[in-house]
């Protein structure tokens, strides 16, 4: 046995709740280290002390007292949290109203438009030099604003030669 497998156990050691195996063990051990020893020592020269130590008597009356000392603190924090109680509902009242009469002060202030007109714009003639433009696949236009990688997928299937689908590839596979 070590020197940390005796501070582990000596508590056990001291009540005397080791199985025979580890008690022989601690003893021997208490037998070939001088510290080990010495801290035993220390822990049942300590132990003697407390339990030698005159019991304390608490005077006759001493229950009714603390009874009434544990009576008044108890009733004072009562008093003390209903006036605490008292002064949130006191605040959140006062909240309250301030904030109805901010809300109706401020839906007195807004006019909202009814109707909104814009100048008509129309478009008679192509800017010079402007390409003709074809409109986008839809499949194109429905992921561009998803943000997914179909669109070029889709873009160059639009534009490859049709001589894939071709009776001529058909026919050198054969």
């Given at each position: 046995?070590?020197?940390?497998?005796?501070?582990?156990?000596?508590?056990?050691?001291?009540?005397?709740?080791?199985?025979?195996?580890?008690?022989?063990?601690?003893?021997?051990?208490?037998?070939?280290?001088?510290?080990?020893?010495?801290?035993?020592?220390?822990?049942?020269?300590?132990?003697?002390?407390?339990?030698?130590?005159?019991?304390?008597e608490?005077?006759?009356?001493?229950?009714?007292?603390?009874?009434?000392?544990?009576?008044?603190?108890?009733?004072?924090d009562q008093?003390?949290?209903?006036?605490r109680?008292?002064?949130?509902?006191?605040?959140v009242?006062?909240?309250?109203?301030?904030?109805?009469?901010?809300?109706?002060?401020?839906?007195?202030?807004?006019?909202?438009?009814?109707?909104?007109?814009?100048?008509?714009?129309?478009?008679?003639?192509?800017?010079?030099?402007?390409?003709p433009?074809?409109?986008?696949?839809?499949?194109?236009?429905?992921?561009?604003?998803?943000?997914?990688?179909?669109?070029?997928?889709?873009?160059?299937?639009?534009?490859?030669p049709?001589?894939?689908?071709?009776?001529?590839?058909?026919?050198?596979?054969?």
């Amino acid at each position: 046995m070590d020197c940390r497998d005796f501070k582990e156990k000596h508590f056990a050691f001291v009540d005397d709740t080791l199985p025979g195996i580890e008690l022989i063990g601690m003893q021997v051990h208490l037998t070939e280290c001088d510290v080990c020893a010495k801290q035993d020592a220390m822990v049942r020269r300590s132990l003697l002390l407390f339990r030698n130590l005159p019991s304390i008597e608490p005077s006759a009356d001493f229950s009714s007292r603390l009874q009434q000392k544990l009576n008044a603190a108890k009733l004072a924090d009562q008093e003390a949290n209903s006036g605490r109680a008292r002064k949130l509902a006191a605040t959140v009242a006062v909240t309250s109203i301030v904030m109805l009469g901010y809300i109706a002060v401020s839906l007195r202030q807004v006019d909202y438009p009814q109707d909104i007109v814009l100048a008509p714009v129309v478009a008679i003639a192509s800017a010079p030099g402007a390409t003709p433009m074809s409109a986008p696949a839809p499949e194109m236009v429905a992921s561009v604003p998803a943000g997914l990688p179909i669109w070029t997928a889709a873009l160059l299937a639009e534009q490859a030669p049709v001589h894939f689908a071709s009776l001529d590839l058909t026919a050198t596979t054969r």
